[in-house]
């Protein structure tokens, strides 16, 4: 159970055998919470524009270069 209001979180956690797929309780893990944790960054728009001219500047020299050889 995950509580955003006042900022705690308590979690069970549970062993599972695959083979009967039988779940045991194994303990149950309290903590708080401050902010947001684990966000990945996301690239803006314009790092993915930086990235496709980038990579059409090369294909172009690689071109250009086959073409003079």
């Known amino acids: 159970m ?3 209001d006042d900022g705690t979180l308590d979690t069970q956690l549970f062993s599972i055998n695959l083979t009967t797929g039988a779940a045991t309780y194994v303990t149950t893990l309290d903590g ?3 902010g ?3 966000v ?4 803006e728009p314009a790092s993915y524009a930086m990235v496709l001219l980038g ?3 090369m294909a172009g020299a690689a071109r250009r270069q086959k073409r003079q050889a």
Do not use: E
């Not at 990945?40 to 690239?43: D, E, G, Q, T």
């Open 2 to 4: 995950f509580n955003l």
């Open 32 to 34: 708080t919470f401050n």
């Open 36 to 38: 947001l944790t684990g």
């Open 40 to 43: 990945a960054a996301v690239p």
């Open 55 to 57: 990579l059409g500047l």
